[in-house]
């Protein structure tokens, strides 16, 4: 049957080729990101599509998709990180345990603040050099650099109850 | 260190392969971008987010049917070949969401999604979704819709033809709130109308639902009465009178056997829940020196709402910090306070039957999660710390066990560091709700 569609929704050939070609070689990348900085798989996937969806609205001023797709990444990253420890603090609740397996050391990452924690993520797994952290995350180098010590130092304290 | 460091690459190398997704395919991220915000776009295209765990009948018991031998014809009105149904499509609760009965409250998000993901069609295309519904409920395929229906965002009507039989299908059109990766668009069945069948008298209130049965423009005998205890047959010779217990939210549900539906549901009036804030209620929106913490939550509603003498309120005693209140331009509720050696601070108005379950942010937009106990129109208007409007959204929400994803429309920037205060409020035919709070993210 023909159909009236009530709006005009866009086709997948208004996105822009590049943006296609991130997507369908970085999304599982960025999930995998995602999920290193919130530590929830669930929440990852959601964020990614978030940050596509907000690097086609802001096509016109991209200029590096994947690093703006990567960019909107960490950022929803740090507001949900926010979010969630804000919750935990108002309902003085723990932090539920996304893995049967002890790990500590995945258990302390997610003692670390947010920046430490996306500092660190971003350092050690996706080498990203502290300049572009420091982007990223909108701060100096030197708070990069600061954010990583500490929250490795922070790591080793952890594991080392 | 160097070995401390190694140890952490590792780890996040290892930990990074308990998530191995594959790209969705095109259709959902083409989904995705149906809910961007357009920009200028009316509000019939904002698309009205509902995730739909509709209803379960619930708590219908001691069926009593009676046959009105000695009793006068019910009056010709009803749900016959009309253009307006017996219930508002913009709220009410969906009996049919995306391809199968409602689930149950509780299991509501994964349920849902498992829905959608298992039971298709939670189609973006509103006729599909309607003859699925049709053919369904009638149990053959033979259901053809007369046209392409008509469009009024986001509700969709089709006339709807089946063996002699006909009527109109609605639809409402919902987003889901956060698993909109599944599906930019999809449709729930909310209600349908059949010009062969006259439902009349429906009461729902004291604990009874009760309406009248009767066949119009046609010989069928038997109509079928569907119960969760399974379908009831009444014979039709005379208008019939169902009279059952209501405990909770009920459908009506009537046909002729494979040619004839009514259909809607019934959310009886009941005193709504306690409203429930976005987690983060750190924010102040009042602080005022020398006055008691009823007074001072008074004195904000008042203000804030411009409400008279028409206000009631009490705290809620003991240690707590929380007043109640209680008016008839903005409902009942709690206000959430705080306290200095000599101020009084308000926190938060949380309307009950108001639910925000998250808000997030993206580059230029804002979309909070909310269901609401009170059917109606909600909107959002965020302002910043100066009072300075910064953002607006609305959208229909359906009421009960509903939820909603709202996108709100950035109109300016927030100023920094402050956090921006959202004013909800719900307008609908059980009247009004407001929750006043600080959004932070």
């Known amino acids: ?111 670390l603040s947010e920046r430490q924690r996306a500092a660190i993520v971003l350092r050690f797994y996706e080498d990203v050099p502290d300049d572009e952290i420091a982007r990223m995350l909108g701060c100096r180098q030197v708070t990069v650099r600061t954010a990583i010590h500490r929250g490795l130092a922070a790591l080793r304290k952890e594991i080392e109850r | 260190m160097k070995a401390f460091e190694d140890e952490v690459r590792d780890m996040l190398r290892r930990r990074a392969e308990d998530v191995g997704p594959a790209a969705p395919p095109w259709r959902h991220l083409d989904a995705t971008a149906l809910q961007a915000p357009v920009p200028d776009a009316g509000r019939g295209r904002r698309l009205v987010a509902v995730a739909a765990a509709a209803a379960l009948v619930v708590g219908l018991v001691g069926l009593r049917l009676a046959a009105k031998n000695d009793a006068p014809a019910p009056p010709a009105v009803g749900v016959t070949a009309q253009t307006q149904p017996p219930f508002d499509p913009a709220t009410s609760s969906a009996v049919w969401p995306v391809g199968r ?99 009349t008298g429906v009461r729902a209130e004291s604990g009874r639902l009760q309406f009248e049965v009767a066949r119009h423009e046609t010989t069928a005998a038997v109509a079928r009465v569907h119960l969760p205890s399974g379908p009831t047959e009444v014979d039709l010779a005379e208008p019939r009178s169902i009279d059952v217990a209501l405990d909770g939210p009920a459908t009506i549900r009537v046909d002729l056997a494979h040619h004839a539906l009514t259909e809607w549901r019934i959310d009886p009036p009941q005193p709504p829940p306690p409203g429930k804030p976005s987690a983060n209620l750190e924010g102040i929106l009042e602080v005022t020196p020398n006055l008691t913490l009823t007074q001072a939550a008074a004195r904000f509603l008042r203000e804030r709402f411009d409400l008279g003498e028409d206000l009631a309120v009490e705290p809620v005693g003991g240690s707590s910090l929380e007043v109640r209140y209680r008016s008839a331009r903005i409902g009942s509720g709690t206000v959430r306070m705080g306290t200095t050696e000599q101020a009084s601070i308000v926190v938060a108005v949380v309307g009950d039957g108001l639910m925000v379950e998250s808000s997030t942010i993206t580059d230029d937009a804002r979309r909070v999660t909310l269901s609401s106990f009170l059917p109606g129109r909600v909107s959002v208007r965020l302002s910043s710390g100066t009072g300075k409007t910064i953002g607006r959204g609305s959208t229909s929400l359906p009421g009960v066990d509903m939820l909603a994803g709202l996108p709100v429309t950035m109109t300016d920037e927030p100023d920094p560091g402050t956090a921006p205060v959202a004013e909800f409020r719900v307008d609908g035919p059980r009247g009004t709700t407001v929750a006043v709070y600080c959004l932070i993210g």
């Open chain 2, 101 to 199: 009965e409602g689930t149950p409250t509780s299991w509501f998000r994964t349920a849902f999604e498992e829905a959608t993901r298992l039971h298709p069609p939670a189609s973006d295309e509103p006729d599909e979704v309607a003859l699925a519904y049709l053919r369904e409920r009638f149990g053959t395929t033979a259901v053809t819709l007369d046209d392409g229906g008509r469009h009024d965002p986001p509700i969709v009507t089709y006339r709807w033809r089946s063996s002699g039989s006909t009527g109109h299908v609605y639809l409402r059109r919902i987003v889901l709130p956060m698993s909109f990766r599944l599906f930019g668009r999809a449709w729930v069945v909310v209600g349908a109308t059949s010009d062969q069948l006259r439902i």
């Open chain 1, 1 to 111: 049957m023909a159909m009236v569609s009530s709006s005009a929704p866009p086709s997948p050939s208004q996105w822009a080729p590049a943006l296609v070609q991130v997507y369908e070689a970085r999304y599982a990348a960025f999930v995998r990101l995602a999920y290193l900085l919130t530590g929830a798989p669930s929440v990852a996937e959601e964020l990614v599509q978030e940050a596509f969806i907000s690097t086609h609205r802001g096509w016109e001023r991209v200029r590096e998709p994947a690093a703006y797709v990567r960019t909107a990444v960490v950022n929803g990253a740090r507001s949900w990180g926010r979010r969630a420890q804000l919750e935990r603090v108002h309902r003085q609740a723990t932090v539920a345990p996304t893995h049967q397996e002890p790990d500590e050391l995945w258990d302390a990452l997610g003692t």
